[in-house]
Nanobody, 126 residues
Framework: EVQLVESGGGLVQAGGSLRLSCTASGFIFSNYFMNWFRQAPGKGLEWVSGINNHGTTTRYADFVKGRFTISRDNAKNTVYLQMYNLKPEDTAVYYC???????????????????WGQGSQVTVSS
């Protein structure tokens, strides 16, 4: 059974930090590009960051550049999103998503990704 299990969300004050983790099972993790998306209340899904299968190339949405860092550990089948200097507008449900072919940062649709996590709530208070 394929699973992407996220953890690490929570409530933090503005300026604080959180690290999200997404652990995969049931597929060959190292063959997949991994991405993070988020969905704020009342808004659509937006792409946040992505990393290639080897972990050598990363991409970020402009609104998180310099504040978020994506990384992966293929030995642990896990991708991370380290978030620094969090802002109230970062409040959202964060999802990890896997695709063997969508290059991170290129236009895509949710249906282009093979697997999705269940989501992890991040709430930033002002």
């Amino acid at each position: 059974e394929v699973q992407l299990v996220e953890s690490g969300g929570g409530l933090v004050q503005a300026g604080g930090s959180l690290r999200l983790s997404c652990t995969a099972s049931g597929f060959i993790f190292s063959n997949y590009f991994m991405n993070w998306f988020r969905q704020a209340p009342g808004k659509g899904l937006e792409w946040v960051s992505g990393i290639n299968n080897h972990g050598t190339t990363t991409r970020y949405a402009d609104f998180v550049k310099g504040r978020f860092t994506i990384s992966r550990d293929n030995a642990k089948n896990t991708v991370y999103l380290q978030m620094y200097n969090l802002k109230p507008e970062d409040t959202a449900v964060y999802y990890c998503a896997a695709s063997p072919k969508v290059v991170p940062g290129t236009p895509s649709r949710p249906g282009d990704y093979d697997y999705w996590g269940q989501g992890s709530q991040v709430t930033v208070s002002s």
